[in-house]
T-cell receptor
Framework: EAQVTQNPRYLITVTGKKLTVTCSQN?????MSWYRQDPGLGLRQIYY???????DKGDVPEGYKVSRKEKRNFPLILESPSPNQTSLYFC???????????????FGSGTRLTVV | DQQVKQNSPSLSVQEGRISILNCDYT??????FLWYKKYPAEGPTFLIS?????DKNEDGRFTVFLNKSAKHLSLHIVPSQPGDSAVYFC????????????FGQGTILTVHP
């Protein structure tokens, strides 16, 4: 089944303790992205990647890092999490960013992160 | 600055009636618009899209209308079904936003039997 897989689904951590949320896609997509969803703000892009070793900042990159060493994987790293990073995170992938006529991103099921 | 806005946080309709979800945008460079549907504990899934060269796109019970002069689009669901109850996100792309979809805040649709 074609899918984007994120792990873990739920995570509670303490302020300052480094964590990684993994993301993997099995569709051979070149483009991958991370979004966070917050009440009243919708989905905001954190980082995106156009190919292996090519990444760029989205709208809210502060406090996050990403890497794209392999085409299928795009982990999100929080080196020193803070409570304002408590959110619902989505990884997404696409075969194209020429959006015209396309279906946009395929999203994973989400990771609910709580930082206390 | 919220470039894509869904000003109604929630909408409640009766089964069989029409649901109309609205979305406004401010960036005139946007030229492609999508609607996503999201159920609890799942990621958003693509529903329907429209290019700026069109003013209407239809797919079964779902129709999206685009009014470029007003920078407004709407999603019509006819007839509404209880299974349509979900959060609906409007998204837009275009201009220099390579690799980026800009989302609205979402509207929670509840369809009552």
């Amino acid at each position: 089944e074609a899918q984007v897989t994120q792990n873990p689904r739920y995570l509670i951590t303490v302020t300052g303790k480094k964590l990684t949320v993994t993301c993997s896609q099995n569709m051979n997509h070149e483009y991958m992205s991370w979004y966070r969803q917050d009440p009243g703000l919708g989905l905001r892009q954190i980082y995106y990647s156009m190919n292996v070793e090519v990444t760029d900042k989205g709208d809210v990159p502060e406090g996050y890092k990403v890497s794209r060493k392999e085409k299928r994987n795009f982990p999100l790293i929080l080196e020193s999490p803070s409570p304002n990073q408590t959110s619902l995170y989505f990884c997404a992938s696409s075969s194209t960013v020429l959006w015209q006529g396309a279906r946009g991103y395929t999203f994973g099921s989400g990771t609910r992160l709580t930082v206390v | 600055d919220q470039q894509v806005k869904q000003n109604s946080p929630s909408l409640s309709v009766q089964e069989g009636r029409i649901s109309i979800l609205n979305c406004d945008y401010t960036n005139s460079m946007f030229d492609y618009f999508l609607w996503y549907k999201k159920y609890p504990a799942e990621g958003p899934t693509f529903l329907i899209s429209i290019s700026s060269i069109k003013d209407k796109n239809e797919d079964g019970r779902f129709t999206v209308f685009l009014n470029k002069s007003a920078k407004h689009l709407s999603l019509h669901i006819v007839p509404s079904q209880p299974g349509d109850s979900a959060v609906y996100f409007c998204a837009a792309s275009g201009g220099t936003s390579y690799g980026k979809l800009t989302f609205g805040q979402g509207t929670i649709l509840t369809v009552h039997p």
